[in-house]
Every structure is written in C-alpha cells, then in structure tokens.
C-alpha cells in the first residue's frame, strides 16, 4: 500500500500527506480483560498542519498518540490492526532497530509532564546531544544544542542545568528543543500544557504556534481542552469511546458541530468572555471499554437516541466539511431527500 | 456575633512554613500567604483564583482551621475565633464544610456511601446515632440532593465503584450534610471531565440557589470562576491583587497580572475576529515564595513596573479617579493611572516608555 487514497478534508495547507492512520485498533490485555482503548481510528495529517484530536479521559486519544510509535505507557499495549502510513511508509511493519530511527528523528513527541520524562541526573544539553548522537548528529552537537535551546527562548546557559533546576515551563521548552533536535517531519504533542499554569500555558502554546510556522512542521495535537483546539489547531478529530465521532475544520467544528457529543461538549465549555447559564448538555459519564455499548457508543447517553442507535454502528459521512457518525444526519438528509 | 456580620472574614492572615536553614543558619520561611484580607456574607460566592503556588489552598485551610495561622486573624460572625466559646466553636465547626479537589483521596475507600454519609451526620451533631430511622432518611435524602439516585441503588456502593464525578458529587453531599452555611470548595472540578464538570457546576449552583449555601472556590480556571462566583479575589504570590465583582474583575481587569490571566485564558473560539486580545505578554516565571521580590511581588513580571513598584508594597485600595467601580479594589501603584483610561504600554519592550511616565525615578526595564 504506497498510493495514498486522496484526501477527503484537505488540511488547511493543503499539504502532502505526512501521517495517515488506517482503522488503526489498539488492545490492552490484562487479566481482567481485553481491552481497545483505540478502536478502528483513521486519521490524516498534512505537512505543515496543527490536527488536534480532542476527547475527554478514555476516549483513547492519547493511546492513538502512542500507537504511532508505539511507545505505549504500558508492555500489555499493542497495535492489532490498520495501518500506520508515515510518509506513504508502514510503521507498524517495521523491525524495531527501523522504528527507533524513526523515533525522534521523523517523528517527536512532547509529552505532558516534561520534568518526569527527562533524565534527572544528565544535564539538559547532555541529554539534547544524546538525541543528536542516536541519530547519527553528533557533529557540531554543541552548537546545535545552543541554537535550539534559543529557538524555545531559553538561554543556552540552560544546558548545564539539571530538569530539577527549572522549572515547569522551562522544562517544557527543554521537551520541545528536544523534539525539534533532528528536524523531525511530525511533532506530536500530548497534552503538552495540560500540567503548566495558565500565564505559563499561553508562553508554551505561543512558542509551539511560531515553532510550527517556521519550521512548516505536522503537528499532532493531543488535547482534553476545547480552549486550547480553538487556540492553534486548523482541523480537529473529536474522539468518543476510542473511535472518532467527527472531524472537521476547527472553525466549522466549533461554528456547526454535528455530532450530538460534541455539541454537548462544546455546550459544556465555559467561555471566559462570554458567561452564560451553565448547562449539562450530556448526561451520565463515559462508558467502561472492557464493554462498549453496542451501535453508536455514545447512544446510552445521547439527548437524540433512536432506535437504530442501539444496533448499527454509525459511519462517518462527510456533509459539507465535516464528517460525523451519526444516524441523525441520515434521518435529516431522508427527509430532506438529499443523498448521502 | 452579629447578624449581618460576613460568615468568616479573615484580617491581614499571614502564614509561614519555615524550610529549614540556609547556610548560615538563618531560617527560611515559605512565606505562603503575607497578608490577605477577605470575607465570605451568608449566600454569596467568592472566588479566591491564582496559579499554582499563589497562597490560595493555605488561604482556605487556615479559614477551615486547619492550619494555624502565623499572623493576622480569623473571625466567624463577627467574633475572633480564638473567643468562641465551646458551643460556637462546634457551630462553627458544622456550619463550614469543605469539598476537596480529589474525591479519590478524601472518601474512605474501605466505607460505602451511606457509611460515610451517616458519620459525617453523626460526627457533626447533626442528627444523634440512635435515631435510625432519620438518619436512613436523610443519607436518602442527600444522595437524592445531589444527583444520586435512585439513592437505593448507591447506599452501599464504595467510592471506587464510582465515576469521578459520582464521587465529587458524593464529597458534596458530605459536605452538605450538616447543613453549612459556608462551603469551601478547592478545585472541585479541577479533576473532571467537561461533560461532567458541566454537571457538578449545575449541582453547586442549584444547591445555593435552593439553599442560600455560600461558597468560597478556590480555584486556577478563570472561565470556571466567572461562571460561578459573583465576586472573585486574584491572588499573587500570597496576597490578593486585585478584588471586585467578576463581571468588573474579568470584563475590566486593571491590575496587569489580572490582565495577563485573562489573556492567557484559551477562549473555545477560534474566530479570529474574537481571538483580537491585547496579548498583555507576561514572561517568565512565578518567583519563590521562599525569596520573595521586594516592594510589588509582581514587578519583575510587570510590563509597567516603575522604579517605585520595586520598593513599596502597593496596597489593595479602590483606585481614584475613575467611574464608580461597584468593590472593584486593587493593588498596584498604576492602577489610577490605568482606570484614568491612560493608554498604557502593555507590551514589555514599551516598558522603557511607561517608565518615564511616573514618579520617582526612572529606570530601564532589565
């Protein structure tokens, strides 16, 4: 499979394909049970694209983060299912000496908690000139080094601290110098400002925006907060239950949601500037994955639930720029007598 | 203790925790919370917000009494808690509850739900332990209060076997149970989900439509607090910067580090023509509360500090010179200046000019 099939919602670059995911699943065994934390996803990113993938704890989207590289927080994680097309390329078929030069050099990460995941007993530079030296950059690393720590707006001075000597923000930056080390194609980013204060969040959301234009890179954004989508991304995955409910260019997404849950979750949304009466558009809470409700998976808590909802599995249909997995639209454009 | 007095109000509250020794043997304090002053009247919701770090959690223990503080005082209607007498001190007690951020680790795992309930009605001398059959009733009651129900589907379910927000919902009700007439809440909703956070706002603000309960939220989410609280308290750093009604404290911020937060908040909408702020940049990070700056513990942040911010403490005071400002009080040298309508540099590389504008001396910005 190298012929990638053509985009059905351009990128707002309307750049090449970087990633495609195909009907991607991921399973989780354990003793009490199996369970796909990622169920069937597909999802395309474009060069020089912010595609944000949105959902609340357990809708899957860090897993399908993780599944890219298959760098799972867990041994008893594994990609099952679908393809994972990076550059026309499938990872999932690659030994794993192939996949770790992938790693970091095509595709980064940004991860939440930067202080965790950086080695506490290296300096930062030493731990930045590590990434150049896996893959094969060592030469002039230490230039390097000053010249990315400028990029995140910190000194170069910073090299010779310990992650303990920074602090939240700083370490942040740190993570982000070190994804951009070898000019990777595609950064993703999981819940990157999620554990920093909100003056602190703006800086790291600024400095990932400019990083992004300068450098024309794919970003991967994973998110909880519908804030942050509206600041910087240009297409948005909603994903409900570990499969995508919708998706849609972000102003479209927040002008004309289609999807029940995302309205819901829009109509949760608390706008500083715009206060409003306070409504719990969606009832109950997300549903336990080791038994996913049958049909839609979001019918048990859905205000429009049908019959149909409860036995067929909606596919995502493309109206307009959005497309959406819903039995409503089915019924709107019947009645409409528009074809699907 | 008078009637209209506010239901606790707190005068200059310091608190200190000393970290050990420095090198030379002088001891450090963390010093948390450096002079707040803030009241809580029967009904109303007061919002206490910052970033992490700011004094704002230590600010709601020491009003709960659970830590002592090392300067400054507390009082309950009016009366210094150190005078209460035995019975007001267990009214005090019963009618200031708390509903903490992680449910998780504030309900006994090992306790079911009507356990829990039934000790909290118990332990506060609400309802006596012989009375079964009201007691029975009343743990119903509560469940059914806050969204759990049928309650005889809950009552002898454990915390783990709830959601999260189930959970919060069941701290809730804890916390109702004696019938407060101040709730505090720390980050209620910090830990949920949108749908469900959405769902514990609407209980919190059915609850004090139906019950007159105050609140005092405490929390870091500004779209959160504008939503909820009537009046909010911006805390830096240990003291309260800026105070007034929400509407006038987040439609009109005048001090610049409200200013920041405000324009830091992501809006949930990307139409660029709502996305126009004034991108009041603030660099750098929250100082220690170990070495606090001198004068305004803002001012190596502030786009407009001046020479004189670096000296002086400013004061929280109703700024002059402007409209009238419904409360809206603040602590900043620059704060006439701002409500004058004077058009203010914002922008950290115009701080060269701001300083140039006011007394005493002038200075360039590091």
Redesign the interface.
Known sequence: MTASPPARSPGASGGDVVLELRAVTTEIRSTRGRVRPVDGVSLTVHAGEVVGVVGESGSGKSMTAFSVLQLFPTKAARVIAGEVLLAGRDLLTLRPEALRRVRGREVAMIFQDAASYLNPVLTVGAQIEQQLQAHDMARGAQVRVAELLRDVGLTPEVAKRYPHELSGGQCQRVGIASALACSPALVIADEPTTALDVTIQAQVLRLLARLQREHDLALLLITHDLGVVAEVCDRVYVMYAGQIVEEAPVERLFAEPQHPYTQGLLAGVLDLLDPKPIQAAIKGSVPDLRDPPSGCRFHPRCPHVMPRCSSDVPPLVLRGETRSACWLHDEADASQGTPT | MSADAPIIATDALVKHFPTGRSLFGRRRVVQAVNGVDLHVSPGETLALVG??GCGKTTTARVVLGLERPTGGGLRYHGTPVEALDSEARARFRRRVQVVFQDSNASLNPRKTLREILTTALVVSGTIPSRARARLRERVAQLLDDVGLSPAASFLDRLPHEL????RQRVGIARALAPEPELVIADEPVSAL???????V??LM?RIQRERGVAFLLIS?????V???AARVAVMYLGRIIEEGP??AV?GNPIHPYTA????????????PE?RKRGHL???G??PSPIDLPSGCAFHPRCPIAVAHCRETVPLLATPTGGADLGGHRVACHRADERVAGLELPITPSAGATAASQAPPTKESPA
């Open positions: 970033e992490s959601s999260g927000g189930q989900d949108i749908s469900v956070r959405a769902q706002l609407e603000a870091h989410d500004l779209a959160v504008r939503h909820v929400v509407d987040f920041a937060l405000v324009d830091a908040t992501p809006l949930p909408d990307p139409r709502v940049d603030v660099s990070d929250v």
